[in-house]
């Protein structure tokens, strides 16, 4: 994607040839910061910390935190143990460990001296794979947004509301909620987004209206809770989120909160969708509210929130009474019934079992 009209990717090979370059996206909105990883402990704190995330990230990101373990050692004992440190940065994102068993399969088995530059190879296969299949659900995503476009008044804009951040700052480019968005507007089409601030950590606000204002998208920052207001009016024509992991039955995992849109949709009738890569599917969970570890993270989190004050600084303040206990869980499950379809890379898709199952077969091997 471009950013004030220069291409860049979220992640990349520094000219070294061998450490790593991410964009430190606790920075942002206000500054444009990159970083050096050049450790597996840099990865998987990266990982922790959120310099990166988004579910296809954290995977391309553990994929090259093995490559760096393995530069250092390229025993078996360095290939489980970076597993072992990577698989447990996130709990959530399936994409983590789909990832780390990517990178074990291509490395596993081959003589000590080739580990290292078959792990980096592997590593950019994973980039570049997500690159395209991200490229394939903008295009299949898409004819949404024209079949309503094309019921508007001239002049009229397609809204589409989307929560937290699943732009290409959450992938290695274009994004998933965002790819047919991208298209959208760069083919002409006059689309406008309304991007959930995603308290607490603000992704949307802080992220999605970046990039989004950076490639030139018309959006609108509204706070979390504004969604259901919006979608009474009519001002919502459809949804479109990321997940960071989808069950066997078609459940979705996603930033806490979206659960509350999708049934904010469904009660006003707005088409709610999955912006889907096939990496993010589950078999091996069956039913998402009672299976899938739910992250929580640290109450500062929800307590403090950090901006820029007048002066420019960058200041962290407390927003809650001392002594208050906060709780911070930061993801939920939306049901199968409440979406409306899958945007994947093979097509739109029912979010069910039967529909998961074929579409892709390959994923489902060996799952109960």
Request: charged share 20%; hydrophobic share 45%.
């Amino acid at each position: 994607m471009k950013v004030d009209g220069k291409a860049m990717r979220s992640i990349w090979v520094e000219p070294d040839g061998w450490s790593v370059g991410i964009i430190d996206q606790t920075a942002l909105p206000h500054r444009l910061v990159t970083a050096r990883l050049a450790t597996i402990e840099e990865a998987a704190q990266a990982i922790r910390s959120m310099l990166v995330r988004g579910a296809p990230l954290i995977g391309a990101v553990a994929a090259y935190g093995v490559c760096l373990a393995l530069r250092a050692d390229a025993s078996e004992e360095s290939l489980d143990r970076a597993y072992a440190v990577l698989s447990g940065a996130r709990p959530t994102a399936i994409n983590l460990k789909w990832a780390l068993d990517e990178i074990a399969a291509a490395v596993r088995n081959r003589p000590r001296s080739e580990r290292c530059a078959a792990a980096y190879r592997r590593a950019a296969e994973i980039c570049d794979q997500d690159v395209a299949i991200n490229s394939a659900i903008g295009r299949n995503g898409l004819p949404l947004i024209e079949a309503i476009a094309a019921r508007k008044k001239p002049g009229q804009s397609v809204n589409v509301l989307t929560h937290c951040n699943a732009g290409w700052l959450a992938t290695v480019d274009v994004g998933t909620a965002t790819a047919p968005i991208y298209l959208a507007h760069d083919q002409g089409l006059p689309v406008h987004v309304f991007a959930d601030e995603t308290r607490p950590r603000n992704q949307g606000a802080s992220l999605t209206a970046w990039e989004l204002g950076r490639h030139g998208v018309p959006h609108t920052v509204i706070a979390d809770n504004t969604g259901g207001h919006l979608m009474q009016h009519g001002l919502v024509d459809l949804v479109i989120v990321g997940t960071d992991r989808v069950t066997a039955n078609g459940d979705v995992c996603n930033k806490i909160g979206t659960y509350l849109k999708a049934l904010a949709a469904r009660d006003n009738g707005v088409p709610f969708y999955v912006a889907l890569p096939s990496p993010t599917i589950d078999f091996t969970t069956a039913d998402g509210v009672s299976e899938i570890p739910i992250e929580q993270r640290s109450p500062d989190e929800v307590a403090t929130v950090t901006g820029r004050a007048a002066d420019g600084r960058i200041e962290t303040v407390r927003i809650v009474p001392e002594g208050s206990p906060v709780a911070n869980y930061a993801f939920d499950v939306t049901p199968a019934r409440l979406i409306t379809g899958l945007i994947t890379e093979r097509g739109i898709i029912a979010a069910s079992r039967e529909a998961l199952t074929g579409a892709f077969p390959e994923r489902n091997h060996g799952a109960q």
